[in-house]
Structure formats: C-alpha cells, structure tokens
C-alpha cells in the first residue's frame, strides 16, 4: 500500500499557534489577496504610463515580461524555497508554518491562498531587487504584471483543490498538482502552470494523470465512507 502522504483531508483549520493573532496571520479567505492586489496593480500600470509617461506598448510588453517571469518566480520558489528540507527543529518548524502545513492538510480552505502577512513583505523584498535592475517606471508596468501572475497562482491553486474540472487545461493542471500532493511532492513544482516542470524535467508521466483522477475518486470513497 502507498504511503500517505497527507494528514487530513478536511476542509477546516488545524491551530497552529496558541496566540489568537498569530493564528490569525496564517489563515486567510480566497478573496482577500483579490481585493488587496488588483488596486496595486491599477496604480503600477498607472503609474508608469500617465505618471511615467510610457507608450501603451511598452507598459504591455513590460506587463508581460511581469507576468511570463511570475511563472519561473513560482517554480523556483516552489521547488527550492517551500520544498527546502531544514535539518534544524527551528528550521523544520518555519518550514511546516511556510509550507509543510499545507501538505499535511492539503484542503484546508483558509490556507491555500497567500495570507497578507506573509505576501506583502515578499512583494516588498522582490520589488527592491528588482529595483535594482529596472527603472522606476518600467518596474511599475514589469512588477503589475508580476503581481497578476501571482494572483493568477493564488486563485488557481484554490481551485485546483476544490474546483471540480471536468475537462480541459484546467484539468490537465489540477491533475498535475494533485500527483504532486499524493504521489510525489518532489515532482510537479508549478502550480498555475507546469511548462517550467516540462522544461526542468521535474514533472509526471503521462500515465501518472490517470492515477490521479482514479486517487481523488477514491479519496472521495473514503471520505464519504468515513
């Protein structure tokens, strides 16, 4: 028999912390990071053709470039950040609060999007970085295209746990991520899409897609039976 590899399936929330606020961080609706991000993302495009003055194409092709860099952003972050396996307790315990979590509890409908807490001070360090590389102005359009990419990320990824695709791209992404869930999480890194996995060789057969469309039936065989 295969090793599970999860906790639970259950939609609810396993406490993480004794402090009411600090649980309060880790957990967040699926809407919020819409609600946050799409005024910043108006205002970067804003900012960089009224205030910067950039033709429409060249705030296009930054945006872009944003949104196409996202995808390799989210594979590496992915594979080499979440997936880091520390030898340390306090380093084990970061990375069971970063990401281990969400492995062990894969539905947990509360922790499957990015809370607040933990994405604005991501944006803000990658956004230095980057400044370091672009214009003020050409990073406004590059960095809202960056954004939406992320936010394309985020809103899939809640999809691809409870989203019932039937058939289509979408299916093709939600199958590759859920082999990544509960057959190998050291395969199948992109989540919104999986072309980096493609060109990095770190993705599934195409046999293992029909292994997970027969292990979500049977998870739901037994979570009924249960």
Same mark, same amino acid.
């Given at each position: 028999?295969?090793?599970?590899? $999860? ?10 912390f004794k402090s ?5 961080? +880790? ?18 495009? $804003? ?7 950039? +033709? +429409? *194409? ?14 390799? !952003?989210?594979?590496?972050?992915? #594979? ?6 520390? +030898?340390? !307790? ?14 062990? $509890?894969?539905?947990? #409908?509360?922790?499957?999007? =990015?809370?607040?807490?933990? @994405?604005?001070?991501? !944006? ?14 050409t990073l406004s ?7 939406? *990419? $992320? ?15 039937? @058939?289509?791209?979408?299916? #093709?992404?939600?199958?590759?991520? =859920? ?8 395969? *199948?890194? *992109?989540? @919104? ?18 292994? !997970? ?14």
């Open positions: 028999m295969a090793k599970k590899l $999860y906790v639970s399936n259950s939609t609810e929330s396993q406490r993480m009411d606020f600090l649980e309060s961080l +880790t957990k967040v609706h699926y809407l919020v990071p819409i609600i946050f991000w799409v005024p910043v993302i108006v205002y970067l495009i $804003y900012k960089a053709y009224a205030i910067g003055e950039m +033709t +429409t *194409g060249s705030v296009v092709g930054y945006f872009i470039f944003g949104l196409a860099f996202w995808t390799l !952003a989210e594979y590496v972050l992915h #594979r080499w950040i979440f997936h880091y396996h520390p +030898t340390s !307790a306090w380093g084990q315990r970061i990375h069971f609060i970063f990401h281990g979590v969400h492995h062990d $509890y894969p539905k947990d #409908r509360l922790r499957l999007v =990015m809370p607040l807490s933990a @994405s604005i001070p991501m !944006a803000a360090i990658i956004y230095f970085i980057l400044s370091w590389f672009f214009g003020e102005f359009a590059f960095f809202a295209g960056f954004l939406f *990419g $992320y936010l394309i990320y985020d809103e899939c990824h809640y999809a691809m746990h409870h989203a019932n695709f039937k @058939s289509g791209l979408f299916k #093709r992404i939600k199958d590759h991520h =859920m082999l990544h869930h509960y057959a190998d999480p050291e395969k *199948g890194f *992109g989540v @919104s899409s999986y072309i980096w996995d493609v060109i990095f060789g770190s993705g599934f057969p195409k046999k293992g897609v029909k292994k !997970a469309a027969a292990e979500r039936a049977n998870r739901k065989k037994d979570e009924i039976e249960a």
